[in-house]
């Protein structure tokens, strides 16, 4: 069976650099926002090409404080609007509703499936002040669209950079940095995986960044004195470490999914599939590689006959799911025959040459 993710199979190359960074930790005792948070830190946010990175405990937490902190600083106010892609992961929406605001859907392109600049102005009323653009699969949304109709509004943009690690809009324009603020997601599965949970916020704004380092940790910069209301989420001192030492790997990991990426757009020929929009710059780092059928089942059972596991990112739109019975009966076109049709088929630094292959051909025989 090709397994869909091998995570034994990814991390392994850098086990004997896990054990010696684990016995250091052990030997260091210092378990909680040390030095391995802040060179981890340093070195994302000099990746990703933005002043400061904040370490938090996952992605979901990262999209939340970024919100908070914008109310702190009185940029943002409870009940305001943000503007969300409709096919997103659940966890943008719900950060939207655990910050208090208001998220507002809006559809995608079925060509790229994130979210399409030319819808986003008819949702725009007086209660919107931001917008948050999900760079979904790995694939950067149409920044410099967006960036202008932000600037025309005066609203936030924030990223949803979970999927999206490493992926450029020019050379020194990645992920990241083409925002007020940014959140990551470290989860084991992304291109930048955790042995665990973990997440990142990253930003060039100093106001912003100085509250991000409080309210992570109860919302003190100083031990037992607390100046706001905080959480505590706290990028783990061990998970840091080993994320430091993949992100040395990070860039070949993603070239890796490229060339991938483009064996299989070039080599999968079937009329009844689908395949990724794609214009082969650095601008997408395949997180996911999604083909659309209209009779997926049928396909996913051919590919697991054949020795292929798959997966369905995702099959339920946020406006269908029981958490929102207020939205159950709205329409979103365009997001439903996405979340009808996707089927993720392996890819990953873990496929060998004949698996690959063998994915191709037996597409190509459906």
Request: proline fraction near 4%; aromatic fraction near 10%.
């Amino acid at each position: 069976m090709i397994h869909f993710l091998n995570l034994k199979k990814i991390n392994q190359p850098f086990e004997v650099a896990f054990q010696e960074k684990m016995k250091q930790f052990l030997e260091g005792g210092w378990y909680i926002l040390g030095n391995e948070v802040k060179q981890f830190e340093t070195d994302f946010a000099a990746y990703c090409g933005t002043r400061y990175c904040i370490g938090v405990g996952n992605g979901l937490d990262a999209l939340v404080l970024i919100f908070k902190a914008y109310i702190q600083l009185g940029k943002l106010q409870k009940g305001d609007e943000v503007i969300v892609p409709a096919n997103t992961y659940i966890a943008s929406i719900l950060a939207v509703l655990q910050a208090d605001l208001i998220p507002v859907l809006v559809e995608p392109r079925l060509e790229t499936y994130n979210i399409n600049p030319e819808e986003i102005e008819a949702k725009i009323t007086s209660k919107t002040k931001a917008i948050l653009p999900v760079h979904l699969y790995g694939q950067l949304c149409e920044m410099k669209a967006i960036n202008e109709i932000a600037q025309k509004y005066k609203l936030l943009v924030i990223e949803d950079a979970a999927q999206a690690h490493g992926s450029q809009f020019s050379e020194n324009e990645r992920a990241g940095n083409l925002s007020n603020a940014a959140a990551f997601s470290f989860y084991p599965g992304k291109n930048l995986g955790a042995l665990g949970d973990g997440g990142a916020i990253t930003t060039n704004d100093d106001e912003l960044a100085d509250i991000l380092f409080s309210i992570r940790n109860y919302g003190s910069k100083v031990k037992y004195e607390n100046e706001i209301i905080g959480v505590n989420s706290r990028l783990d001192e061990l998970q840091a470490a080993f994320l430091n030492i993949k992100l040395k790997q990070l860039d070949s990991e993603n070239e890796f999914r490229r060339r991938t990426a483009k064996r299989y757009l070039s080599e999968i020929k079937n009329d009844k599939i689908i395949l990724p929009n794609w214009d082969l710059s650095q601008n997408h780092v395949f997180h996911l590689f999604i083909i659309r059928t209209s009779n997926r089942i049928d396909l996913q059972n051919y590919l697991k006959e054949n020795a292929i596991e798959t997966m369905i990112h995702y099959p339920i739109p946020p406006h269908k799911q029981n958490a929102f019975p207020n939205w159950n009966q709205l329409s979103f076109p365009i997001t439903e025959k996405i979340h009808d049709e996707v089927l993720s088929i392996p890819l990953n630094s873990g496929l060998k040459a004949s698996e690959i292959q063998h994915i191709i051909t037996v597409l190509n025989k459906f």
